[in-house]
């Protein structure tokens, strides 16, 4: 189960930290990531950590948000920094399929992030 | 860079019918990388294929999914109720894209 915290309105500029605790596994024994949605549309990946600590961006976010994960609290986290109105989304915090690349198989309640200009 | 396009946008349908939805890479997805999601209003979003045919866990043997070259297919047999949603198909390889979505609607 993966439980998300965090979220809210953010003025276009500023910054904010999304949280996802996860029980039944170990976050630093598989691929996370995290997918959003903006209101209405689709889905888009963001961000993904490896087992190794390797981490990779989208190129809407790369060099403005961070993924990171602290295993003593088993979590990850998205550090949104710099946000735009086009970071307005619903953030999922998801698990990559073990073995599976990027399928994902579990995820996480959602958090809102609004961005006001 | 691959493009996905999913067909149709909406597809109307009543309890009972057969639903075909199509997904097609503008290249060739190797590995069959190609998987399936559901999401109903307000909910989150939900596996249903990986590997292009292989079933989530939990899912209904009425889900399927195929492929044909950069063509793929999720079919479910007899569409149920709880059956409409906007279904999202997704290159799931060495990275993640998905495709814009097709709305089964009644």
């Known amino acids: 189960q993966l439980v998300q915290s965090g979220g809210g309105l953010v003025q276009s500029g500023g910054s904010l930290r999304l949280s996802c605790a996860a029980t039944?596994?170990?976050?630093?024994?598989?691929?996370m990531s995290w997918v959003r949605q903006a209101p209405g549309k689709g889905l888009e990946w963001v961000s993904v950590i490896y087992v190794d600590g390797t981490t990779y961006y989208a190129d809407s976010v790369k060099g403005r948000h961070s993924i990171s994960r602290d295993t003593s609290k088993n979590a990850i986290y998205l550090q949104m920094n710099s946000v735009r109105p086009g970071d307005t989304a619903m953030y999922y915090c998801?698990?990559?399929?073990?073995?599976?690349?990027?399928?994902?198989?579990?995820w996480g309640q959602g958090a809102l992030v609004t961005v006001s200009s | 860079e691959v493009v996905l396009t999913q067909s149709p946008g909406t597809l109307s349908l009543s309890p009972g019918e057969r639903a075909t939805l199509s997904c097609r890479a503008s290249q060739r997805v190797t590995g069959s990388h190609l998987a399936w999601y559901q999401q109903k209003p307000g909910q989150t979003p939900r596996l249903l294929i990986y590997?292009?045919?292989s079933r989530a866990t939990g899912i209904p043997d009425r889900f399927s999914g195929s492929e044909s070259g950069t063509d793929f297919t999720l079919t479910i047999s007899r569409v149920e109720p709880d059956d409409f949603a906007v279904y999202y198909c997704q290159l799931s390889g060495s990275s993640s894209l998905f495709g814009p979505g097709t709305k089964v609607d009644v």
């Open positions: 590997h292009a045919s």
């Open positions: 039944g596994f170990t976050v630093n024994t598989q691929f």
């Open positions: 998801v698990r990559n399929m073990p073995g599976g690349g990027y399928v994902f198989d579990y």
